[in-house]
């Protein structure tokens, strides 16, 4: 879940937590965070002069939701991918195409699920509508790894989890302070660090639970049958899962209600600010239901055509799956939260592209990744936190090397550029990956070869 709006700098820094907050602190109290600001950046102001003039008060509301849902976006022009993707799996198209077409669709989808959850938070305060989007604001990637996990696709659950947690971190943050550095060339870049510090403690303890798992793999002797290990890593994961659920509980506490003001809007005046004007609800909140709820079951279509066409692009396209579900799945999937962070950081609000980026993070990673692993235990699929070693790896060291580049609450281009390029080193290693999948519970250590056959109740579920 991006973190509650921060403005650049805040007196937070200086010690300063009682300066009352003007501007941005209006999107507050309706429960706007960073994601929805972010994605509010690709929103148009729609001209609703043409529908006033319609007789019928029934027609006018409906023209009117049309409007604000549908067109509202600079992201509409995809909507047309939806219906394109239906129709290409009645007609028998190959599957490549319905893939491509279905990860199209899925984009505006993504954003308009922001603008409607904002739009109930208007209705429902800052609190209810701040824990709506803490449920909501990766819904896209929760309902693709749930459907994933009911094909029994648990390697596709995992790699595009991992992958949004890179991208968010690597990416998006690294794509927003390079631009942000550019466009900002004779102003040094300041964001309050009290916020990302959070995030990080929590990014680590999830890094923990990925690896301890995998450590049992390692300190196993040969004699240590592997199913004996695979039921190990099973209970410890499901066990951590758990308590990963309660650290995210206890986060949307922290920052919800006891220490609020650490993520609260801060009144900054500087040449870059724009005039915040006080917004209103578009649409109604039964509408805004109804609309959240219909666009929620068109991305559960797509995203069963995603899970169900990614093993024939794979090799259609000559590309593994673990490149696809790391890099291309978060790519496409977040385009829309990703562009509004790279536009807050040019005009120097990295607070809000911090927001977006390492709040993300943290929400996949202690909210939508345990209850992965909880929904499997309940469907009876035996998925754990072991990621393997060159994902746990990639993992720890794009949040290390994060951390320290915002450990001192400065940023300059060079900052976004190292990011950067540490994800294209990332990208190509799992580009030229050609390595077969190990099964998560199966185990070749590189240590000894392990011959047990895992039995039915140990695992065998990394199926690709």
Not at 150 to 173: C, D, E, M
Not at 195 to 209: E, M, P, R, Y
Not at 241 to 252: D, P, T
Not at 335 to 345: P, S
Request: hydrophobic share 50%.
């Amino acid at each position: 879940m991006a973190g509650i709006v921060t403005e650049p700098w805040s007196s937070a820094e200086n010690g300063n937590a009682s300066m009352t907050a003007k501007g941005s602190s209006r999107e507050l109290r309706h429960g706007r965070t960073a994601h929805n600001m972010s994605s509010s950046s690709l929103r148009k102001k729609s001209d609703l002069r043409v529908i006033q003039k319609v007789p019928y008060k029934g027609l006018k509301d409906f023209l009117t939701n049309l409007q604000e849902v549908i067109l509202g976006t600079k992201l509409a022009i995809l909507f047309p991918a939806i219906p394109a993707a239906i129709i290409c799996t009645y007609c028998g198209v190959s599957q490549p195409w319905i893939f491509g077409l279905s990860m199209l669709g899925l984009t505006p989808l993504a954003e308009r699920v922001s603008f409607l959850t904002e739009q109930l938070a208007f209705y429902t305060g800052p609190t209810l509508g701040g824990l709506l989007n803490a449920t909501c604001g990766n819904a896209t990637e929760l309902i693709i790894a749930i459907l994933a996990l009911t094909n029994n696709k648990v390697a596709v659950v995992k790699y595009s989890l991992l992958g949004s947690i890179l991208s968010n971190l690597l990416l998006v943050l690294g794509t927003s302070l390079f631009c942000g550095g550019i466009a900002n060339l004779r102003r040094e870049q300041r964001f309050d660090r009290k916020q990302a510090d959070v995030n990080f403690f929590l990014l680590l303890l999830g890094l923990l639970c990925h690896l301890l798992p995998l450590l049992y793999t390692y300190v196993a002797t040969e004699d240590t049958p592997a199913a004996v290990i695979s039921d190990m890593s099973l209970v410890l994961s499901r066990s951590s899962s758990i308590i990963m659920l309660i650290s995210y509980i206890a986060y949307l506490v922290f920052q919800l209600w006891t220490h609020r003001q650490l993520f609260d809007a801060q009144d900054q005046e500087d040449e870059y600010d724009d005039d915040v004007e006080e917004e209103t609800a578009v649409i109604s909140f039964w509408s805004g239901f109804v609309w959240l709820v219909g666009m929620t079951l068109v991305i559960a279509l797509l995203s069963e055509y995603v899970v169900a066409t990614i093993e024939t692009a794979s090799e259609t396209w000559n590309l593994s799956v673990s490149f696809i579900s790391i890099i291309l799945l978060p790519i496409v999937g977040n385009a829309a939260e990703h562009a509004g962070a790279i536009i807050f950081a040019f005009k120097n609000k990295l607070d809000i592209s911090l927001g977006v980026a390492l709040g993300s993070a943290t929400q996949i990673g202690l909210f939508v990744v345990p209850l992965t692993i909880i929904v499997s235990w309940i469907i009876g699929i035996n998925m754990d936190l072991n990621f393997n070693l060159l994902e746990t790896g990639s993992l720890a060291l794009s949040i290390i090397i994060t951390a320290f580049t915002l450990q001192d609450g400065t940023s300059h281009y060079m900052k976004g550029l190292v990011l950067l390029l540490c994800y294209f080193i990332i990208a190509i290693c799992f580009f030229v990956d050609k390595l077969p999948q190990k099964q998560p519970n199966g185990l070749n250590m590189g240590l000894q070869q392990m011959n047990n056959v895992v039995t039915a109740t140990g695992g065998g579920v990394f199926s690709s």
